[in-house]
């Protein structure tokens, strides 16, 4: 860590080679008492977790997987506003290491051209009234070749930064830029909350004003975006005027 320009984030930085998720061993080190600012970096995850139960592919050499324990006073329901900062700091990290214009896509994708290049993963420890600690699960691909992939593995068309970009990208260079990101962006959520960062990952989602197509489990309907609320919820106005509240789902634009 040295050289590491942060107050919080990166407090510890544990590196692993081998780990079946970077989520699980940060989670359990935060339940025995691991302070705010831990990191757990892995090599390689024998099972990674994506959302929704399915993995996360992680070779060995090529990419990013780390985890971060954060410890703020607020209430379970506001944890989600955590997620903002992560894909602000991923999307920040992108732009200080590459060419590359990296996209968001509700609720917590990092698109460059259209494919996913990173996806994030929070998992929580809470009471009824407060917070005990929450992970953020962050995985990028960085130097992954696409081609030794089976498409068959992947659920949406996916690509890495030296695809988009054509150049190696320095994984250590690129883990200090994503925490100095975070830890700065966490610095000014605990003194002015979430509104800056959500005004940020509603700039660089540019999702606001555009139709698009909601798919839930039984559900299906088309509205026009008019932006995310204080818990991360997508607000899409229908062609009724209702205006309907997006917790989850996928989320297509037309
Ligand atoms: C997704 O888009 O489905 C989320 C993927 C999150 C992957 C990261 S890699 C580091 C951390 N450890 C895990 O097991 N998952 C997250």
């Not at 460059?112 to 420890?125: C, D, T, Y």
């Not at 190696?168 to 830890?183: G, H, S």
Request: overall charge neutral; glycine content about 10%; proline content about 4%.
């Amino acid at each position: 860590t040295a050289g590491l320009g942060t107050k919080r984030v990166g407090s510890s930085v544990i590196c692993l080679k081998e780990t079946d998720s970077t989520n699980s061993v940060a989670f359990k080190m935060a339940e025995e008492g691991a302070p705010e600012g831990t990191v757990v970096i892995a090599d390689t995850q024998s099972a990674g977790k994506g959302r929704l139960g399915r993995i996360w592919l992680s070779p060995p050499g090529v990419n990013l997987y780390c985890s971060v324990v954060l410890r703020p006073a607020i209430a379970p329901v506001a944890a989600c506003q955590l997620t903002f900062l992560s894909v602000v700091a991923v999307a920040r990290a992108v732009e200080r290491c590459t060419n590359l214009k990296p996209q968001i896509k509700w609720p917590n994708d990092i698109l460059i051209n259209g494919k996913k290049v990173a996806g994030l993963l929070n998992e929580m420890n809470a009471e009824t009234e407060k917070v005990n600690f929450v992970v953020l699960g962050i995985g990028v691909n960085l130097n992954l070749r696409m081609a030794v992939i089976s498409e068959g593995l992947l659920r949406h068309p996916a690509t890495s930064l030296l695809e988009e970009g054509g150049e190696e990208v320095d994984r250590l260079r690129f883990t200090r830029a994503l925490l100095e990101e975070l830890d700065q962006l966490y610095d000014n959520f605990l003194v002015q909350g979430d509104g800056p960062v959500r005004a940020e990952w509603l700039a660089r989602s540019a999702i606001k004003g555009r139709s698009v197509r909601v798919s839930q489990q039984n559900r299906e309907f088309s509205g026009v975006v008019q932006g995310v609320d204080s818990f991360g919820a997508l607000l899409v106005l229908l062609g009724d005027g209702t205006l309907e509240t997006v917790l989850s789902g996928d989320v297509a634009f037309i």
